[in-house]
């Protein structure tokens, strides 16, 4: 608390007058494309994604909560809205999904929200120098980089908003403000709306020792740089006309989410109390320099609350109006009802919640999405509700007109208690909190399932069967190795350290190619898989080696295999003057001229 009223005393004092040129972001994103490098869907609706970023030279997560009609209108762009989080951003998942119900609040609303996941300290702004082991250039990222992907990938319009808590709500209104034309909204929730009266440059620096050790004069220089100024909401004020502006703060005083202290007018929330002061102040600076400007403002000053995500979480959805308008959306929620065979799984399955759509055409049959998830329907597969993480793996397999078809049933738990399943069509969802969902179908879940399913050796898939890049072919990964599939060769499972000597010749690519049958039991605890060119051996005592089909399998096999006189292999075939040459535990296989010849000791 008393950092937070030395940051409070000074701000009575004059701010500087003179206004700076508007910066313009790096020109580093021209230098390489922005790639999205994983999408992790984590709801039928909310969807992880890793963007490599040219300008900060790491992946940066984002993560996007999807428009209610993303699938009711598949050829439909929608518009965006950034929320920006607070200056002890996680690297983990945004506070307005951790914190707040931004989750639940925009599942019903048809923008796409747009959440950017760490950050710690940054002011989403592009530092001078890298600093505490960050090269933060989150202006560039965010208005240059990730535009692009989202419009061409995520079916995103220009037509954008920003909105963001204490940090990012400084945040919001600066690159508004620097960056013309790039939102039509911006609004800042508790947020410190100058950054140059008496005091403020040390108060920030100090908050951000505290908040991961970053020392400020990477980001902007020293307090007399310009680069303060230039990304100082009040400095920047006249750039902001023409943008619908929401400006809140609290007072301070203990509100509705408060615990009272034993000390009248004053909450157990110390320093969230005086960083509220501390945002109202700078917020009234800011309002009255807009004011003095003719920018129009819709301002919120509550008369209690602290500096906490229960008020910006009210902030949120009490500013939602002012935002759709701006971005051209609805902001009402749309009429709908569940009826038919639907409403009857809806009403046996409360955690659907309420419905967000009508019904709908898909592939195959009609579909209605719900706040929790999604019911399909058809005739003949009947109705079955979709959702959690097994939604989130259908929606990544395409939904119904993905391989998997419709459900033809509920999900389901597994009896070892760690997993869940549900069947569809084509297929089946597995899903443990370890492996995430995965699509099983086809040849391999026949496999997996006359050898045990999950309770089999291979265990739970961990991610979906793809094509082999050189051969045609499929593999797919589980627990405790995959099973690889061929028309010629079907479905086997290759596991264990046979399965490291196979990914280190090159797996399916190497003169061995597809498996041909399981791994068999041999002496002595050994075992073998046979392959199309050869045979992988593998005993306690002489380790996994590789026996290639021709002259030296074929003499091996006249000697007896691992039961005759040489024993298991215990080199792989390496050439020799002339010739070739493999060895054995109890001697030697050469081959020139094509002619075998067996050394024993």
Known sequence: ??????????????????????????????????????????????????????????????????????????DARFPVLYMLDGLRAANDESGWTKDAGAVDFFADKNVTVVLPVGGQSSFYSDWLE?????????????????????????????????????????????LAARNPGFVKY???????????????????QFAMRDAG?????????????REWAEHDPYELADKLNGISLYLSSGSGAPGLYDQASGIPGVSTNYAGMGLEILSRLTSQNFVTKLRDLGVPAQVNYRQSGTHSWPY?????????PQAAGALGVDPGKLACEAGGAIGAVVAA?????????????????VAQDFKGGRVFFSPSSGAHTVGGAIGAGYQAAMGSAGPLGLPVGG???????????????NGALY?????????????ILQEWGRQGYERGPAGYPIAPEVKTPTKDGAVQAFENGPFYYSEKTGVHHVHGLILGKYAQMGYENSWLGFPLVEEQPLKDLGRFIGFEGGNLYWSPVSGVWAVQNGPVMDAWREAGYENGKLGYPISDQFPIPDGVQQNFQAGFITVRDGKPEVHSI
């Open 130 to 174: 890298p600093n505490n082991g960050h090269n933060y250039k989150w202006e560039t990222f965010l208005t240059k980089e990730l535009p692009p992907l989202l419009e061409s990938q995520w079916r995103a319009t220009d037509v954008r908003g920003m909105e963001g808590l204490s940090m990012g709500g400084t945040a919001a209104m600066s």
């Open 349 to 365: 399955n409360g955690w659907l919640g309420e419905c967000v759509t009508g019904e709908y055409q898909v592939s195959g049959g």
């Open 312 to 320: 910006w979480d009210f902030e949120m959805r009490q500013s939602w």
């Open 431 to 443: 899903w443990t909190p370890q492996t995430g969902a995965q699509v099983v179908r086809g040849a």
């Open 186 to 204: 911006a609004a800042s929730y508790s947020g410190f709306l100058t950054t140059l009266t008496l005091g403020m440059p040390q108060a920030i």
């Open 1 to 74: 608390m008393l950092l937070s009223i030395a940051m409070v005393l000074p701000l009575a004092a004059g701010l500087p007058a003179e206004a700076p040129s508007v910066a313009q972001p790096s020109a580093a994103a021209a230098l390489a494309p922005p790639i999205v490098q994983n999408v992790v869907w984590l709801t039928d609706r909310r969807v992880a994604l890793w963007v490599a970023s040219p300008s900060m030279g790491v992946p940066i997560q984002v993560q996007l909560l999807l428009p209610r009609d993303w699938n009711t209108r598949p």
């Open 213 to 225: 050790g970053f020392d400020s004069a990477a980001m902007w220089g020293p307090p007399t740089s």
């Open 411 to 425: 999900e389901r738990p597994l009896p070892d208690g760690r997993g869940t399943l549900q069947d569809f069509q």
